[in-house]
């Protein structure tokens, strides 16, 4: 029904895309700028002890493993075999024997009708080209009275802002499509019938040129970003990427969400 094809690259089959970029990033996903505010999204995911959980377009399972201390099983499910072994290591290290690491399409999941209590997606939104899709298997594969709990950056209201905001993520990495707003992501989860229980907020501050190495972003793609971003230092339109000096480094911040929709 949706060409999975990526803007960017003509002809390229998204989801083979978002494999080759995530393959290259697969080494970076130790770094803290992945792993900080794990303990507010899952105090914000409130798992049960029962909970049979699944993790979709989990990269190397972050929050997966995070919620598999806290809940009876949980299922790891990404396109990228590189990141899911990375995370399968990781598992094995920490002592983890209650998370399962499988390689699937979100659009497609491989599971029977209401199998998990909570479904989640952290930072995968935005990698989507059709997120109707995902969030249609993520609400399929959920029980009556479970949950879905979206994990992702997210932009200003203002529509002007959030344009150049996606435009300089795709640029940092072709494979993201589209960030929406808190309200916007709310929205689409009661589109398919889920009941918003959950919707928070936090601000995150980020050193540019760190992020911008952990995508491994080429020095031209960052040379754009950074020049928009000084830009609106000087009085420029807005990015939506509130960018300030700090120690005469750039940074950037953004809004991080957790909003959790309930199945009837």
């Not at 989990?58 to 598999?68: D, E, F, Y």
Request: include cysteine.
């Amino acid at each position: 029904m949706f060409p999975q094809t990526t803007p960017e690259k003509p002809g390229v089959n998204h989801n083979d895309a978002i494999r080759q970029e995530f393959e290259k990033q697969a080494t970076h996903f130790n770094d803290p700028v992945f792993t900080r505010q794990l303990a507010w999204m899952i105090e914000a995911l409130a798992p049960q002890h029962d909970d049979i959980v699944l993790d979709v377009a989990a990269g190397t399972g972050h929050i997966g493993r995070a919620l598999a201390a806290k809940t009876r099983y949980v299922v790891a499910t990404d396109l990228t075999p590189e990141m899911l072994r990375h995370g399968k290591a990781e598992a094995e290290a920490d002592g983890l024997h209650n998370i399962l690491f499988e390689v699937g399409d979100a659009a497609h999941l491989p599971y029977l009708d209401a199998s998990f209590n909570l479904v989640t997606a952290r930072f995968a939104i935005h990698h989507f080209e059709h997120p109707e899709l995902q969030l249609a298997e993520m609400m399929r594969v959920c029980r009556p009275d479970g949950r879905i709990g979206i994990i992702d950056t997210v932009t200003l209201p203002d529509p002007v802002s959030a344009q150049e905001y996606n435009r300089l993520q795709r640029l940092r990495d072709h494979t993201h499509t589209r960030a929406f707003s808190p309200e916007e992501m709310g929205t689409l989860l009661e589109q398919f019938g889920m009941r918003v229980v959950t919707q928070k907020t936090q601000d995150i501050d980020l050193l540019v040129d760190a992020w911008l190495k952990s995508a491994q972003t080429a020095p031209p793609q960052c040379e754009q970003v950074k020049s928009a971003l000084y830009a609106e230092l000087d009085g420029g339109p807005s990015t939506g990427m509130r960018p300030f000096l700090q120690n005469d480094e750039l940074w950037f911040r953004h809004t991080w969400a957790v909003i959790i929709g309930q199945r009837p």
